[in-house]
Each structure stands twice: as structure tokens, then as C-alpha cells.
């Protein structure tokens, strides 16, 4: 068991029977009274994210999870199947599990898988990966009452907002967290 001083942003916390990413932590020592934590947390499952604060050295469960380099294989009808670069095991997500990071998968790219006590628990992509655009319109020079970007369709079916310049067939770094168009990618 650690403490409450212990906290790491990442680090994966067992409290109330569910699973809670730090995403940020602050340690606080007011002028009068006892010092604490106020932290921010990150349901593993459902994505809720919620401020909790922490008397300071209280004991808290750090839960074991183990995160592994894995390979996205396909998907079909029953899920996406990823396959362990260590072993070559292969293992079958839900569609809830992968959540929005399909959006973000290609045949054959890596991605972390955690895993809690033998169960797959989410995925967890780079922080950017290059796609290519499949569609958008012709951009029309002069066109600025939309801010300069127009919709595109990239190959996974996600649609981003790119700058009038970019054409089909472009290949463009997109930013996972977000969404965002980062830049073209020349070859």
C-alpha cells in the first residue's frame, strides 16, 4: 500500500471498486490546518473524469496494471483483434473497450493495451499518427469565411477540419487526443 504522497500522474489508483488514472495531482500545505492532495481523476472504463482531494499521507491502493506493446491486426464483428509483440497472443477488444482510438487505427500499428489482473481495460494510442486524406472538396482560393479549413474524410472514416490547401491523397498527422489536423506529412 502507498500513500497519498506517492502519487505519479499515469499511475492507475483502485478506489470505490473502480479503476482511476491520475491525470494531474497537486500537494497543498495551507497556512493554518493539515496539508492535503487535490487531485484529478480519470475513470479507466467510462472516460468520467472527477476532482477528489486526498488528506496528505492517507493510504491509497495503486492497482497493478500492466501495459503492453501490441500490434492492431483487424476488426471484425465480434471486436478488433490485437496481437502481443512479446508472445504473439492474440486478444479480441469489445468496441466499448477501444472506444474513440478507432478513429485512430490502421492495420498493422502499434498501440499500449493495459491490462488489469488478466483483463483487458483500454487502449492507448501515440500521441499523433499519419493518415490520408480519402476526401474533401476542392478548396476554393479566397474562401475565408469559414476560418481557412474545410471538412475531410481521412482513411478510417474519422472527419477532420484541414486547411483549404490540403487535397485528397494528402497524407496529414492528426493529433489522437484532440482530433486536430497537425500538418502534412511528405513521404
Do not use: C
Not at 91 to 111: K, M, S
Not at 132 to 161: C, H, M, N, W, Y
Amino acid at each position: 500500500m502507498a500513500t497519498s504522497n506517492d502519487l505519479k500522474n499515469g499511475i492507475v489508483l483502485n478506489m470505490d471498486n473502480q479503476l482511476w488514472s491520475v491525470i494531474e495531482f497537486q500537494h497543498v500545505k495551507p497556512g493554518k490546518g493539515p496539508a492535503f492532495v487535490r487531485t484529478k481523476l480519470k475513470n479507466v472504463i467510462s472516460g468520467k473524469v472527477i476532482d477528489r482531494t486526498l488528506n496528505a499521507g492517507v493510504k491509497i491502493d495503486i492497482a497493478t496494471v500492466d501495459k503492453r506493446e501490441m500490434q492492431y491486426l483487424y476488426g471484425d464483428s465480434d471486436g478488433f483483434v490485437f496481437m502481443d509483440t512479446q508472445d504473439y497472443n492474440q486478444v479480441t477488444l469489445t468496441n466499448e473497450l477501444v472506444g474513440d482510438a478507432v478513429n485512430y487505427l490502421l492495420e498493422n500499428q502499434q498501440a499500449v493495451v493495459a491490462i488489469h489482473e488478466g483483463n483487458p481495460i483500454y487502449v492507448e494510442l501515440p500521441a499523433s499518427v499519419v493518415l490520408e486524406i480519402t476526401f474533401t472538396e476542392p478548396g476554393l482560393q479566397g474562401d475565408r469565411s469559414s476560418g481557412g479549413t474545410k471538412p475531410a474524410t481521412v482513411e478510417t472514416g474519422l472527419q477532420i477540419q484541414v486547411p483549404l490547401f490540403v487535397e485528397q491523397g494528402t497524407k496529414v498527422k492528426v493529433d489522437t487526443r484532440t482530433g486536430d489536423y497537425l500538418g502534412r506529412v511528405t513521404d
